[in-house]
């Protein structure tokens, strides 16, 4: 990106989709053309749903996807990120494998999410926090760091997955860390759509940062994934929203509107942590 670039900001991809459950193969076909989609349309940054690699069934994938194969799908995707000069937002499980003598035998399997840059290098890694219902907390064991931050082209970079931006502490967390954008890779069914159409703007105001929520569109496994990815800006005002439909969305984050709703309305600033926790007590 040209030095102009960085003084304009960032131009960001969110793509939606459709992930057919344990077939690699088919959904980094997907992502791939996405990417170049991204690329076309001058984005700096692509961002994918929750597992779309192996498509979002916790249960199916946790019983039929060989953690061998992780490496090896991880790369692939750094490629693609390579290949199209787009940095690349992607989740897909993690394996602990246990370590010989170390007294345990049990495999831990984890939520995550990677941030390639353009040139293929690993930027970030965090593992979801909080999971959602009986299925996700049946198969997978919960990350306890908070967002992954990282600077990329002039701005802070958090990711954090899904049901965690519907804590507040977590994206407050982030914004105190200085997060300009929160990517939020997602799996959300169908009845939430309050969480893309209200809570999200609502979390990107209170906290002045950029939040995309980026979700999957379809039926995966008999689950009915509700689309409706959003990006709202730090005034609360939605940018971008897609319908229950594939899609790929590009939005431009202006580093100008941050540093105004921050003067605007200082909420950071003004906080009374000492306060809050005596009201704890």
């Given amino acids: 990106m040209s030095e102009e670039g960085n003084v304009s900001g960032m131009r960001l991809a969110i793509m939606q989709g459709e992930s057919a459950v344990l077939d690699p193969t ?12 991204a690329a076309d349309g001058g984005a700096d940054l692509l961002i994918t749903p929750e597992l779309f690699p192996v498509g979002y069934a916790p249960r199916v994938v946790r019983a039929g996807l060989d953690p061998a194969l992780l490496p090896g799908l991880a790369q692939e995707l750094a490629e ?71 600077d990329f082209q002039g701005l802070r970079l958090g990711t954090v997955i899904c049901y965690d931006v519907e804590f507040p502490e977590t994206v407050r967390a982030a914004a105190l860390r200085g ?20 809570l999200i703007p609502t979390r990107a105001m209170e906290n002045h940062l950029y939040l995309a929520y980026v979700n999957h569109a379809g039926v995966e496994d008999g689950f009915h994934l509700s689309g409706g990815s959003v990006v709202a800006d730090p005034f609360g005002r939605t940018l971008a929203e897609a319908d229950e439909d594939a899609a790929v969305l590009l939005v431009d984050i202006d580093p100008a509107q941050l540093a105004t709703a921050r003067a605007d309305v200082p909420y950071l600033q003004e906080r009374r942590p000492d306060l809050y926790r005596s009201w704890l007590s």
Wanted: hydrophobic content about 45%; glycine content about 8%.
């Fill in 179 to 198: 997060v300009d954008l929160l990517m939020v890779p997602t799996a959300l069914g169908s009845g939430y759509s309050q969480v893309p159409q209200r």
């Fill in 80 to 150: 693609i990120a390579r290949t199209t000069g787009v940095a690349l937002l992607a989740s897909l499980p993690e394996v602990d494998i246990p370590v010989p003598g170390s007294g345990t035998t049990e495999q831990r399997w984890f939520i995550s999410a990677t941030l390639f840059g353009p040139d293929g290098a690993q930027l970030s890694h965090y593992r979801k926090v909080h999971l959602f219902g009986a299925e996700e907390q049946e198969v997978f064991t919960p990350g306890d760091q908070p967002a992954a931050v990282v």
């Fill in 26 to 37: 088919a959904n980094l076909a997907a992502i791939r053309e996405a990417a170049r989609q």
